[in-house]
């Protein structure tokens, strides 16, 4: 079982920015993992947060919840949460960083995530797909 985590915005999908985002809402985005995971023989849960303490908690607690893995997707965190970067790196279990945008084709500011050193791998500007490539990835190379 995969956990998947998204944080703060990501549950305005669909009406935010879809420019940049797509027209997609995270409940489509959900649906798609829970298809995608039964696809690849695992499953998934999925959850949302706007609070850096709340995913820090998930994070911290995922191994003993019995997940294999985690794919991540932290929002503007991932530019300067130091805390959950130290909470990645304070747990076992491989976590895969993924962005629905081409980070490092926007802002500077993107182009710079402190969660990535203690990360798996990152998927960044494949939209909802990277989640599905962040799956694969966690069942067939953890
Ligand atoms: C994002 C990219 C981040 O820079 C941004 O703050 C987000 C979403 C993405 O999925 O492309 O909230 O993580």
Known sequence: MILVLNGPNLNCLGTREPGIYGSGTLA???????????EL??????????????????????EAAGFE???????AFTHYSYA???AIAGQLLPVVEVHISHV??????????????????????????????????LVTAP
């Open 28 to 38: 489509d985005l959900e649906g798609l993992c829970e298809r995608w995971a039964g």
């Open 41 to 62: 023989g695992t499953s998934v849960q999925c959850r949302q947060s706007n609070f850096e303490g709340q995913l820090i908690e998930w994070i911290q607690e995922a």
């Open 69 to 75: 893995g985690i794919v991540l997707n932290p929002g």
């Open 84 to 86: 959950i970067r130290d």
């Open 104 to 137: 490092d084709a926007r802002e500077e500011f993107r182009r710079i995530s402190v969660v990535a050193p203690v990360c798996r791998g990152k998927l960044s500007g494949f939209g909802f797909l990277g989640y599905r490539l962040a799956l694969e990835a």
